[in-house]
């Protein structure tokens, strides 16, 4: 097979040709996969069912989770985030089945009323901005845009946000703050570089209330002899002076159950003050013996890492399929597309050609085959190159996930031979 | 023993003696009593230790519960509450554990954005107002006062709030709302009649996006073979003209665990369309496995209602107890006090003498028992008259609310000589 960079228009046109005739029979097979949801499958939710048999209410220190009262968590919960998210016990408040709920929170208190290191609320600005590295995980843009913020793009590198590009934006007072997934980043599966961990810690800002949302959400996520590692971002920001500048969030929503788990934040003491003061006239308490159980089931932090093996067992052979699948149906045609080849997480993307993406998506979706939209991983849902695709490999079982990866195959090779007689 | 306001005052002197050696000696008990806090006893929570035992995850309709989606609630789940409620399935949003969370992010998406009826966001008045019938829940009222709404006192009478007013203070287009806690109100144990409930939903009101915020707290919680019935808020708005009006909560607190039960709402399908759409940025889905849970532990209606004459079987005898010991206890001096005699809830009100409510908290509290602070239940803290005192007989055992309630008689009798004292 040849490069189709150096194809002429008929060459190209019969490639097109045979991949059409390819495509129509995959398509005629009535395909119904769905390869866009970024969720657990049912034998990953299966290893956690043990938890529902925990009866043991009582807290360590005789608290009866059952009751009201606690709104920062229980104490075992906290200490067991404290260990997830590198912080103290104190510095962290453990929430209810949501992390994005808390980070809406977050950027809701900011919006309306500001930080304890605020000058004045964010919303004093007409259109205050918000740094979004991009690719990104759409429902982090889409908070930030309800609330009016300007969505300023970043690209992502393999080291994680273009920090000369952030370290510039940041000398504008009316940003905010900044969205991040620092290990395994959706959708690239990029982790954080230590060089940018310190340099979002460090780096001066215009606004003095400058808050990086750091989500952890695949902290623990491996799928790798050999996972990545990234610096504790609210230890970074205290060395560098910084310490009310990191808000930390993570969840155990991949790792028992995404619907009724439970989520936590970690943040310096001055800020957790300020949060939970303002959360007082919101809520009672959380649901503390979903807390206790879940605290009973994983016990610590070896004990979640042995929980996490079982995971990798289901997730890594998908992932693995997706990216040998890539490699035998994307090859030998010249660069039409890259992919991600990630140690953890949940997602990889594919990079088509420029201006292709939505051509793919499209053409899947006409077969049979569900994608997260193309463009959804930028602000606004507009990828200006038109050439990411989050491919998310967890949920479908392994057969479909491999017919539906060869179908994407071809429809990527079709869409670049469409785009590439069009300029002919 | 003699009328205390037909007394001279060496009389009075002579019998607030008697009373302070009592009441030393009872202090020198080294009691350590609590009666403010409207929480289950550990008892009460004992009765769902079984619903933890469901395994079964798996929705009617075939959704797995334990994983993403469904930001509306389970269906099953839906229409349990729409019974609740009085509702259809459709008009039912399902949440997580707190019924104050849901009531809180209506007031702030009232105060930042409006309601499908509003002309504006309730926040472009400097000072929206809001109508707090008093004495009321104190965790109400807080909640507009933390967005900065002006609480305006409405009487609480034994039908309701006081409508002559209600009607009066709606002509003012900067007032957005009420407070309800319609049956069994929270700390009187009151229940809106059909006429007031009448007249909330048909009177004019200045703002077009006027709320009745319906917390019915104690829809089931009856404590007598004949408990107060209250006519459908909703309904009554609808047949008023005025569907949007009515937001309508509930929660399974005080049915199952407080800190890990289920909350509910129900409200027109136009305000339940408005509301799902703009919650969407804020969570994905609440804890569905909760839901089904508790659906199919309590199954519907009928089952609800044999759980919750559980809950009389234990909390009957302790009202009865204090409601006896207060006609005991404060009997025979003449009228210095008044008390309610509820048919349900969770709460009843002591109604001291002009100006002896605090008065009375505090000799408790130095006594060892501690009670709700006196004005808790009014806007601000403060009530106007310093006369109500809330009775929370539900957590304590029984013994030691007998031990506390005549405590708090002897402070009533105290605080009413005093003050007779003092005039004289």
């Given at each position: 097979?040849?490069?189709?960079f150096s194809?002429?228009?008929q060459?190209?046109?019969?490639?097109?040709e045979?991949?059409?005739k390819?495509y129509?029979?995959?398509?005629?097979?009535?395909?119904?996969?769905?390869?866009s949801?970024?969720?657990?499958a049912?034998?990953?939710?299966d290893?956690?069912?043990?938890?529902?048999?925990?009866?043991?209410?009582?807290?360590?220190?005789?608290?009866?989770?059952?009751?009201?009262?606690?709104?920062?968590?229980?104490?075992?919960?906290?200490?067991?985030?404290?260990?997830?998210l590198?912080?103290?016990?104190?510095e962290?408040?453990?929430?209810?089945n949501?992390?994005?709920n808390?980070?809406?929170?977050?950027?809701?208190?900011?919006?309306?009323?500001?930080?304890?290191?605020?000058?004045?609320?964010?919303?004093?600005?007409?259109?205050?901005k918000?740094?979004?590295?991009?690719?990104g995980?759409?429902?982090?843009?889409?908070?930030?845009?309800?609330?009016?913020?300007?969505?300023?793009?970043v690209?992502m590198?393999?080291?994680?946000?273009?920090?000369?590009?952030?370290?510039?934006?940041?000398?504008?007072?009316?940003?905010?703050?900044?969205?991040?997934?620092?290990l395994?980043?959706?959708p690239?599966?990029?982790?954080?570089?230590?060089?940018?961990?310190?340099?979002?810690?460090?780096?001066?800002?215009?606004?003095?209330d400058?808050?990086?949302?750091w989500?952890?959400?695949?902290?623990?996520?491996h799928?790798?002899d050999?996972?990545?590692?990234?610096?504790n971002?609210?230890?970074?920001?205290?060395?560098?002076?910084?310490?009310?500048?990191?808000?930390?969030?993570?969840?155990?929503?991949?790792?028992?159950?995404p619907?009724a788990?439970?989520a936590?934040?970690a943040?310096?003491?001055?800020?957790?003050?300020?949060?939970?003061?303002?959360?007082?006239?919101?809520?009672?308490?959380?649901?503390k013996?979903?807390?206790?159980?879940h605290?009973?089931f994983?016990k610590?932090m070896?004990?979640?890492a042995?929980?996490?093996?079982?995971?990798?067992?289901?997730?890594?052979?998908?992932?693995?399929?997706?990216?040998?699948?890539?490699?035998?149906?994307?090859?030998?045609?010249g660069e039409?597309?890259?992919?991600t080849k990630?140690?953890?997480g949940?997602?990889?993307?594919?990079?088509?050609?420029?201006?292709?993406?939505k051509?793919t998506?499209?053409?899947?979706r006409?077969?049979?085959?569900?994608?997260?939209?193309?463009?959804?991983?930028?602000?606004?849902?507009?990828?200006p190159c038109?050439?990411?695709?989050?491919?998310?490999?967890?949920?479908?079982?392994?057969?479909?996930l491999?017919?539906?990866?060869r179908?994407?195959?071809?429809c990527?090779?079709?869409?670049?031979?469409?785009?590439l007689?069009?300029?002919?």
């Amino acid at each position: 097979m040849a490069d189709y960079f150096s194809m002429d228009a008929q060459q190209r046109g019969e490639e097109l040709e045979r991949l059409r005739k390819l495509y129509r029979e995959l398509a005629a097979e009535g395909l119904k996969l769905d390869m866009s949801r970024g969720k657990p499958a049912p034998d990953q939710l299966d290893l956690s069912m043990d938890m529902l048999k925990i009866m043991d209410y009582r807290g360590e220190t005789g608290i009866d989770s059952r009751n009201y009262g606690s709104l920062e968590g229980m104490p075992e919960a906290r200490r067991f985030f404290a260990g997830f998210l590198g912080a103290k016990a104190e510095e962290v408040i453990v929430g209810g089945n949501s992390s994005l709920n808390m980070m809406y929170y977050l950027i809701e208190l900011g919006w309306r009323q500001g930080f304890a290191d605020s000058a004045a609320a964010w919303n004093t600005y007409a259109k205050p901005k918000f740094l979004c590295p991009s690719p990104g995980y759409d429902r982090h843009f889409r908070v930030t845009e309800y609330f009016g913020f300007e969505l300023l793009t970043v690209p992502m590198l393999p080291t994680g946000p273009d920090m000369d590009v952030v370290e510039r934006l940041v000398c504008d007072e009316a940003v905010k703050g900044i969205w991040c997934v620092p290990l395994y980043s959706n959708p690239d599966g990029y982790s954080y570089s230590d060089e940018t961990v310190r340099r979002l810690a460090a780096m001066e800002t215009a606004a003095p209330d400058f808050k990086i949302m750091w989500d952890n959400a695949y902290g623990v996520h491996h799928l790798s002899d050999h996972p990545d590692r990234i610096l504790n971002m609210l230890e970074e920001c205290r060395a560098a002076g910084h310490e009310d500048r990191a808000l930390m969030f993570c969840s155990l929503s991949k790792v028992t159950f995404p619907g009724a788990s439970v989520a936590a934040m970690a943040a310096s003491r001055r800020n957790i003050d300020y949060i939970l003061k303002n959360m007082f006239p919101m809520i009672i308490s959380y649901d503390k013996l979903n807390q206790v159980r879940h605290v009973r089931f994983l016990k610590d932090m070896d004990g979640l890492a042995a929980h996490m093996e079982k995971h990798r067992r289901i997730l890594e052979p998908k992932f693995k399929a997706v990216l040998s699948l890539l490699e035998e149906g994307l090859s030998g045609c010249g660069e039409i597309a890259r992919w991600t080849k990630p140690n953890g997480g949940y997602f990889l993307s594919v990079y088509t050609h420029e201006g292709c993406a939505k051509r793919t998506v499209q053409l899947c979706r006409e077969a049979g085959v569900a994608l997260t939209d193309a463009g959804a991983a930028y602000p606004y849902g507009v990828d200006p190159c038109d050439s990411n695709i989050r491919i998310a490999p967890t949920f479908p079982p392994l057969h479909e996930l491999e017919e539906a990866t060869r179908l994407l195959c071809v429809c990527v090779r079709i869409a670049t031979l469409e785009k590439l007689l069009e300029k002919t």
